[in-house]
């Protein structure tokens, strides 16, 4: 089986992935420990076969620093990939952080996880049968992530909008087109 049908057997799955963070500064919790991520999706993979691993390089084209989601299927050697431009920061706290944070939302992405905060309509941990509606879109929140990464240059609006995932609603779309 290649390696984008196991991981679309997985994404129907529609893995939850609980809220275990504390944020001590806006008093929330979040969901997205790449630990918590990995612990959930780890049985998922193990039965389809496949490992995950990131990669850090430098683009010999733009010399700027890559870091890349690899996803291996081990019974055909195949593989996909996601790959994100890191933004130049001599802050390693603010670059260790953003690292973390692409990790997460790569993990995410790739696997259509569902997190907490993404939960516009508290269906995420409810059984499946009694889930009746898919919110439409990302949140107003991702979408400015969103926004802020493109003007970043941390990403293209062409690679946003081709991401797996996460649906952009008709107008969410025409917000990034438009950048």
């Known amino acids: 089986m ?8 997985i994404q129907s799955k529609m893995i939850a992935i609980k809220e275990t963070g ?3 500064f ?10 918590d991520i990995m612990t959930a999706l780890q049985p998922h993979l193990t039965e389809h076969n496949l490992t995950v691993h990131f990669k850090g390089f430098v683009c010999e084209h733009s ?3 890559h870091l890349m989601l690899v996803v291996t299927d081990n019974d055909s050697s195949t593989y996909v990939n996601s ?7 001599t802050d390693v706290q603010k670059l260790g952080s ?3 944070y692409l990790k997460r939302y790569s993990l995410v992405a790739m696997f259509n996880l569902l997190v907490g905060h993404d939960d516009n309509d508290g269906q995420v941990f409810k059984s499946k049968a009694t889930v009746t509606k898919k919110s439409e879109g990302v949140t107003d929140e991702q979408l ?3 926004i802020s990464m493109i003007k970043s240059g941390s990403i293209t609006k062409e690679t946003l909008l081709t991401l797996k995932g ?3 609603s008709d107008s969410q779309r025409k917000k990034i087109e438009s950048l």
């Open 22 to 24: 504390k944020n001590p």
């Open 98 to 100: 953003y690292i973390t």
């Open 2 to 9: 290649e390696v984008e049908k196991k991981i679309g057997i």
């Open 63 to 65: 010399f700027k620093q």
């Open 83 to 89: 790959e994100w431009v890191i933004p130049d920061n």
């Open 144 to 146: 400015q992530e969103a």
């Open 166 to 168: 996460h649906k952009l």
């Open 26 to 35: 806006l008093k929330n919790t979040y969901s997205l420990y790449v630990q």
